[in-house]
């Protein structure tokens, strides 16, 4: 057996929209100006708290916890009205992957729970995924927690499975585990920065991404 661990903004869903709406309105209930979505995108991956220290590293924890709670709620509410898209291959290579008796498929993700239970319910894509791992109950990528917990629920060992994500968090989250990273070149993260911090390959596109990982678990 094989496990396949997929990341989920700027992997499988194109959110960033999303993502700097709500990071625009939360900036701007708190009384700071907006951030550029090219900022923004910097820190897709990490725990939103991580996230938000980052971005404003001058203000206070109080700051801090309304800017966190305005994104929550906005995010939420551009969800409810208009889900965030899956990129254009993603469902065929999740439904290609589920054909095969060898492997396994998890999620490892910066959303909290309610958030990719959102998106799994919204994509149709309930029980895909063996275990599903968010930034709720572990500390933010790249601490390896989260890829620890899905090789302990699964009882997989890290040398038979692959991290898929669009960040250098991610890859390093991959790395420290002791898996291997694959990156993909459509999400937030530039592919040199993937590979600068040990992507074994960047795919290109979806089609791309399921030969490697085919061939990978051959």
Known sequence: MKLVIFDVDGTLVDSQHHIHHAMSH????????VLPQSRVLEIVGLSLPVAIARLAPETDEPTQARIVQGYKDSFMSARKSAPAPLYPGARDCLDALATRDDLLLAVATGKSRRGLDAMIEAHGLQGRFM????????????HPAMLEAVLSETGMDAADAVMVGDT?????????AGIRGFGVA?????????????????????????????????
């Open 168 to 176: 250098s968090f991610d890859i390093e989250m991959a790395v420290a």
């Open 131 to 142: 275990s599903l791992q968010t930034a709720d109950n572990h500390p933010s990528k790249p």
């Open 186 to 218: 459509w999400g937030y993260h530039q592919p040199a920065a993937l590979r600068d911090v040990g992507a074994e390959l960047v795919a290109p596109d979806f089609p791309a991404l399921t030969t490697a990982i085919m061939e990978w678990a051959a």
């Open 26 to 33: 939360a900036f701007q209930t708190a009384g700071l100006p």
